[in-house]
């Protein structure tokens, strides 16, 4: 058995999960030859409450929220979303109703936001007459930061973006034309997503694509060309996330993309990207599945993980690589994100004795909160105040 398998054996949550042995040795051995993934790794839970302090709170309001300017409309239903992640979004279908709501969140608090919104037929989000508008919160609240998700853009719309003041650009880079003919229902190419991030990186945004794994029906199929195109137009930081379809039709179902298959990409995203901040976001499926991602995800070395499963922290210390963690909600980790790690708000260091010691209490409580004293449900510290459930504000 390698060291890393037996150190794994080790993290009590972890120590019965399915892991592909010949995976974890190579990622093994790129470690020790390379130095890859000897970097620290940050985390985003609200679940660490021991390492709060006073300049970080607890999980309220959301830090950045998300606002679209079609409400819950897109006209192009693909077929993982049917434009129901746009739901529960803010909506501001004008200007001036944007202008009110960017107003109302700052006083509630907000960093920044995601702004984002349905798309045309053509992958367009059609931004044109938000732009003064954009302008004028910039100006008038120069440290409220605002993150757009971009959609496909040609070199004018890029400039118009860069000159409104948009902080970070974020667009799902897809390598197969399978993937964006029959799951977005689109006549555009693969070399359209390409130019939008060339477009993109010309400009004085941060740029932070995505690459969502498992978008063909759960099964991996243009990931890699998507990873070459990124090679070739570096952004400043690569969001990875896990196909999460749970509004796709009976007529097209999705199946769980495979666990190994996902780590494997993780190697090869940290090999082909070894300077670039690789994270993963919260949208992932839940279970034993996402304990497996998670692993992977740490012994590939990714930079940042937004709610890890449970033992993904002290298997990263295990590891001997630096840990952080940022005792805050998913919407914190977004902004981190967006902001393509430029060191604000980059969490705790705690050490593995401190990892050991906080989880066992968890666990020790979680089990008294779940099967109780007598009928008697125990709450603890711990448990207060915690967030949502992964998968929610930060998988747009």
Not at 168 to 190: E, F, K, N, P
Request: aromatic letters at 6%; a negative charge.
């Amino acid at each position: 058995m390698s060291d890393w398998l037996d150190r794994l054996r080790h993290v009590e949550p972890l120590e019965d999960i399915a892991v592909d042995d010949t995976l974890v040795e190579k990622m093994e051995r790129s470690r020790a030859s390379t130095g890859s993934g000897v970097h620290g790794i940050n985390f985003y839970t609200p679940t660490f409450k021991v390492f709060q302090t006073s300049e970080l709170k607890d999980c309220g309001k959301s830090a950045w929220p998300a606002v679209s300017i079609t409400g819950g409309g897109c006209k192009l239903q693909c077929d993982h979303c049917k434009a129901k992640i746009l739901e529960p979004m803010m909506p501001a279908r004008s200007p001036e109703e944007l202008w009110r709501v960017v107003n109302g969140i700052i006083e509630d608090g907000a960093q920044g936001m995601l702004l984002t919104g349905g798309s045309n037929h053509q992958n367009q989000v059609e931004y044109d007459r938000y732009y003064g508008t954009i302008r004028r919160i910039k100006d008038e609240f120069p440290g409220f930061k605002i993150a757009m998700h971009t959609a496909l853009v040609d070199r004018d719309i890029a400039k118009c973006m860069e000159q409104s003041g948009i902080d970070a650009a974020m667009m799902d880079v897809i390598g197969a034309q399978d993937t964006i003919t029959q799951v977005y229902h689109l006549r555009r190419s693969v070399d359209d997503f390409e130019a939008t991030l060339e477009h993109l990186v010309t400009t004085d945004m941060k740029v932070v694509p995505h690459i969502v794994i498992g978008l063909h029906y759960g099964r991996l199929l243009g990931e890699w060309n998507a990873l070459e195109m990124i090679q070739r137009h570096l952004p400043d930081a690569v969001v990875l996330v896990v196909v999460m379809p749970f509004y796709a039709p009976e007529s097209r179902p999705f199946v769980t993309p495979d666990a190994h298959e996902v780590g494997r990409f993780f190697m090869d995203a940290r090999e082909a990207l070894p300077g670039t901040p690789l994270l993963l976001g919260c949208a992932r499926p839940p279970g034993s599945v996402k304990s497996q991602i998670d692993t992977y995800a740490v012994m590939a070395g990714l930079n940042g993980i937004a709610h890890p499963a449970d033992g993904a922290v002290e298997l990263a210390a295990r590891l001997d690589r630096q840990v952080r963690v940022t005792p805050a909600c998913c919407s914190i980790a977004v902004g981190d994100e967006v902001m393509a790690l430029d060191g604000t708000n980059a969490g705790l260091d705690i050490d593995l004795d401190s990892i050991i010691e906080q989880e066992r209490s968890r666990r020790r409580m979680a089990k008294l909160a779940t099967h109780g004293l007598h009928g008697i449900r125990v709450v603890s510290e711990q448990s207060e105040g915690a967030s949502a459930p992964a998968g929610g504000c930060c998988s747009a």
